[in-house]
């Protein structure tokens, strides 16, 4: 069984940073891509960062320059570094490790 589970969101204000961390259980981390997706209220669900099983990143247009996705295959976990936040982050980040998905951590960017 997979288990993937997101940690580190929390209020932060604009132009801060922050780092978000999903862990996961099982024998596939190594093996499948891992991502993040983000949903704000009233939104659809929307694709935010991805690292392939090779460390190959991509990023959507709305955070390249200020996210960075990257996964520790030693330790089964995926971060996502998160730099000069904008409102418009504020939403709850999921990460998924190919068809698992976690519940989701709450990310807000307020003054």
């Known amino acids: 069984q997979v288990q993937v589970v997101e940690s580190g969101g929390r209020l932060v204000q604009p132009g801060g940073s922050l780092r978000l961390s999903c862990a996961a259980s099982g024998r596939i981390f190594g093996y499948y891509g891992m991502g993040w997706y983000r949903q704000a209220p009233g939104k659809e669900r929307e694709f935010v960062a991805s690292v392939a099983s090779s460390g190959a990143t991509n990023y959507a247009d709305s955070v390249k320059g200020r996210f960075t996705a990257s996964r520790d295959n030693a330790k089964n976990t995926l971060y996502l570094q998160m730099n000069s936040l904008k409102p418009e982050d504020t939403a709850i980040y999921y990460c998924?490790?190919?068809?698992?998905w976690g519940q989701g951590t709450q990310v807000t960017v307020s003054s």
């Open positions: 998924y490790l190919h068809n698992y």
